[in-house]
């Protein structure tokens, strides 16, 4: 019998339920934040300074598919980050993803719609800032030598 078939290996091996657990977090602080209306100064803001820049923005409202972007943001900025060895190389990929989706706002406004960036960029960042910590406390599978 092996001498190692016993031991158990020092890696949080479900960083699929880390995942799901902050990016649920995230989610639900960040339509908190939107339906109480507390980014609606800073969204009113992005858009009078769109139209004063000549976008063709549609002023009715966030586009429908928003809510599947904040998401497909939030869950996968969780899982991919406790998938990436390194606290700086977790930094790196974040501060990617935030100009990304800082910028992915006035590319939409070329479009005609108009898409408010501030709550993807809290959930984005409240989901790295979690995945972040919990990885620099519990060592992940692609942290751990020899697997």
Not at 39 to 58: A, C, D, K, T
Not at 95 to 106: D, G, K, T
């Amino acid at each position: 019998m092996p001498e190692e078939f016993g031991r158990s290996s020092p890696a949080h091996h479900h960083p699929l339920t880390v995942a799901v657990v902050v990016g649920s977090f995230a989610m639900a602080v960040g339509l908190v934040v939107r339906i109480s209306g507390m980014s609606l100064l800073i969204e009113r803001q992005i858009l009078s300074s769109y139209m004063e820049l000549g976008f063709p923005v549609n002023t009715v409202g966030q586009p429908w598919w928003a809510v599947l972007v904040l998401l497909a943001l939030t869950y996968g900025i969780a899982l991919v980050l406790l998938q990436v060895p390194g606290f700086l190389r977790r930094l790196l990929f974040f501060l990617s993803c935030l100009v990304l989706v800082v910028s992915a706002s006035p590319v939409v406004a070329l479009w005609g719609l108009f898409w408010s960036p501030v709550v993807a960029v809290f959930c984005l960042s409240w989901s790295a800032a979690c995945a972040v910590l919990w990885a620099r406390y519990h060592p992940m599978p692609c942290e751990i030598d020899g697997t």
